[in-house]
Nanobody, 115 residues
Framework: QVQLVESGGGLVQAGGSLRLSCAAS????????MGWYRQAPGKQRELVAR???????NFADAVKGRFTISRNNAKNTVYLQMDKLKPEDTAVYYC?????????WGQGTQVTVSS
């Protein structure tokens, strides 16, 4: 079992920045990759950014050049730095861990970008 706890969401004006954090605990040694997904009202959940255990990263086209994903292994934490935020970035952001036992999700954190 892996537990994920997100933090850092909130309300920000367009053009601003936020940093999301996802702290993992439990059977973390089997985690192959971690990622951030988001789901806006009436839309499907979509991948925002992902980082593998080898530090390979990939991003959704909509956030390339604006968002950065990183991790601190000592703290078992993954971060999503979001810059130049746009109103269309408004969504609930979820942390995900890919593990041989299955995929794990955090509870989600709301990000709201006002125009």
């Amino acid at each position: 079992q892996v537990q994920l706890v997100e933090s850092g969401g909130g309300l920000v004006q367009a053009g601003g920045s936020l940093r999301l954090s996802c702290a993992a605990s439990g059977s973390i040694f089997g985690i192959n990759a971690m990622g951030w997904y988001r789901q806006a009202p009436g839309k499907q959940r979509e991948l925002v950014a992902r980082i593998t255990s080898a530090d390979s990263t990939n991003f959704a086209d909509a956030v390339k050049g604006r968002f950065t994903i990183s991790r601190n292994n000592a703290k078992n934490t993954v971060y999503l730095q979001m810059d130049k935020l746009k109103p269309e970035d408004t969504a609930v952001y979820y942390c995900n861990a890919e593990h041989p036992l299955g995929g794990y999700w955090g509870q989600g954190t709301q990000v709201t970008v006002s125009s």
